[in-house]
């Protein structure tokens, strides 16, 4: 008998955060490295949401609450969806969550079977893949293509539906792409859901990236197309927007007050409740009117550094990068790269056992951090079922200028050292 459970083995993780192990490898060695891996801003949570949770501890509001979420402050998230989704939502049907991973596998546990089909955008956020096989779903990625700008076509996603299609997984803007669904993709997606698949099919809306927006575009979401409330989970949070990715503090709104049960079912199992004092910040953050300009100020500087950085990607041979629309990712196609140094010809060299561990962009990432100390994520670190072939990076760009140049110029003289890459194969092992 194994000590631990079979499905043990099936369950991924963030390489984003498990990168940290090999970039505490470097640190050790004296590298300065460049952390590009992280998609968290760099800017603090801001000073009047900060004073609010300080005033909520010195006033002794850090006991157990409501498994749900304290009522203001889902009363204030059920007004901030119905101003901006242009529904009629009530704080009955918001369950408040330690981040927005936990929707992740809540959705996945109410709504889906072992069996059951999960459709979710590849590449994508881990975490969807993740747990559709840790609980024996049928993963079925939907391939987001560079030619289309990460976007996908409502026909698209019409051939992956099939009577077994319990769950569809949404995520605009997106990471690790920054593509964003425009109010026609979404009213197309819609209406192919609406049709073609079965009447209690739920959709998962991951929207925690709602406030980062360039170029003037607005958020959309599937919730506000008609017929799709009653379907639609939908999920944000503040760690983005409010760069408050450390409070832990995130959200669902459910198609009706028996699910919103059972998420907070979950959250009595799992976690019991947020603690109330973050939940009172997190409040003041959609409440206060000094949140608009700190928002504002913090997606300025996104979009500069998207400007800067995308026009130096493409300004290194083998490299080329789309102009994101949103988020603060930059999702580079690497594949001259990987070709002129012979990475990909290394990969095919491989034993099938040890091939099988890597990518040629895994193994570009991990040549960038080890020999020139950028820290960035590989392609199959967003989904690696079908991912064969695909050879792309993704860089965030929540850091300062400064370190984005250092960072981007190391990318560029490694993108030429084919020799470096030869004898770092040597001299890592990183694979066996």
């Not at 990236?209 to 979401?221: A, K, M």
């Not at 999702?331 to 099938?352: D, K, W």
């Not at 199959?380 to 079922?385: D, E, K, L, R």
């Not at 991912?387 to 560029?412: C, N, P, V, Y």
Request: with cysteine; aromatic share 8%.
């Amino acid at each position: 008998m194994a000590v631990t459970a079979a499905r043990i083995k099936t369950l991924g993780t963030e390489n984003a955060f498990k990168l940290g192990e090999d970039i505490a490898i470097c640190l050790e060695r004296g590298v300065d490295v460049v952390k590009f891996n992280l998609g968290e801003p760099d800017f603090d949570s801001a000073p009047h949401i900060n004073r609010k949770a300080i005033e909520q501890i010195e006033a002794g509001n850090s006991h157990y609450c409501d498994p749900a979420g304290i009522l203001p402050f889902r009363q204030a998230i059920a007004k901030h969806v119905s101003d901006s989704r242009g529904l009629e939502v009530g704080p009955e049907r918001v369950v408040v969550t330690p981040g927005a991973k936990p929707p992740i596998c809540f959705a996945l546990e109410t709504y889906v079977d072992p069996g059951d089909e999960v459709i979710y955008p590849s590449p994508g956020f881990p975490i969807y893949e993740s747990w559709v096989t840790f609980l024996g779903a049928k993963p079925v990625p939907l391939m987001l293509s560079e030619e289309k700008g990460f976007a996908f076509s409502a026909d698209e996603l019409g051939e992956l539906i099939t009577d077994k299609t319990k769950l569809i997984i949404l995520n605009s803007p997106s990471n690790p792409t920054g593509g964003v669904l425009s109010k026609g993709d979404l009213e197309g997606i819609a209406r192919v859901i609406r049709e073609r698949a079965q009447p209690d099919v739920r959709v998962y809306s991951d929207e925690v990236y709602e406030h980062i927006l360039f170029d003037g575009e607005v958020h959309n979401s599937i919730a506000s197309e008609a017929g799709m409330a009653d379907k639609t989970v939908l999920v944000s949070g503040h760690s983005k927007g409010f760069a408050m990715t450390g409070w832990r503090l995130g959200w669902a709104v459910l198609p009706n007050q028996e699910e919103a049960a059972i998420f907070k079912q979950l959250n009595i199992n799992i976690v019991s409740c947020v603690p109330p004092f973050i939940q009172e910040a997190g409040r003041e953050a959609y409440e206060s009117p000094e949140t608009a300009a700190a928002v504002a100020k913090m997606v300025s500087a996104f979009e500069r550094r998207r400007d800067w950085v995308v026009e130096a990607l493409n300004d290194i041979s083998g490299v080329s990068c789309q102009m994101p629309k949103g988020a603060f990712y930059v999702f580079p196609n690497i594949s001259g790269v990987c070709e002129a140094l012979g990475v990909v010809e290394a990969h095919r060299a491989m034993p099938p056992e040890v091939a099988r561990r890597t990518s040629p962009s895994g193994m570009f990432q991990m040549f960038l951090l080890y020999s020139y100390g950028v820290a960035t994520m590989d392609r199959n670190s967003f989904g690696s079922i079908g991912a064969k072939g695909q050879h792309f990076l993704r860089l965030s760009i929540a850091t300062g200028m400064d370190r984005l140049k250092i960072g981007l110029e190391r990318m560029r003289e490694a993108s030429k050292d084919a020799e470096g890459f030869a004898a770092f194969l040597k001299r890592e092992r990183l694979w066996g």
